[in-house]
């Protein structure tokens, strides 16, 4: 269709994460993680010592990567750097921000969901 975005096929791609210990190593138990040629993750655990700076590199790092599909990323860390994220307008890879043990899922901050929310809200305002 005109004027959309082209979405490149694969043969596979990654599942990249940012989000604290345990949601990670959950993923990297279920066969999500990988370690690169030189060395370089498709994950970050995010602790205490975490600065906003690495979790805004991963972030961008993440989402320039072409061998990466989607980025899961834990609501509470996307909050840290919201800015980026609401920014983010590329359909791949997608954004997705999930719960964690400690911090439970708040749709009011999901920024894939007040998209569809809006889009809906546009939608329905057009066809009156």
Do not use: C, W
Not at 17 to 45: H, P, Q, S, W
């Amino acid at each position: 269709m005109a004027g959309r975005a082209s979405i490149p096929a694969r043969n596979s791609a990654l599942i990249a994460m940012i989000a604290d210990e345990d949601t990670v190593v959950g993923f990297l138990m279920a066969g999500v993680g990988n370690v690169d040629i030189r060395r370089k993750t498709n994950y970050l655990i995010v602790d205490s010592k975490t600065t906003v700076r690495q979790i805004e590199d991963s972030f961008k790092e993440f989402s320039s990567r072409d061998d990466i599909a989607i980025i899961l990323i834990s609501q509470y860390v996307a909050n840290m750097i919201r800015f980026l994220v609401d920014s983010y307008n590329k359909p791949v890879p997608a954004i997705l921000e999930i719960p964690s043990k400690d911090h439970p899922y708040d749709p009011a901050h999901d920024s894939v969901l007040s998209r569809v929310k809006y889009l809906f809200s546009a939608e329905s305002v057009s066809q009156r």
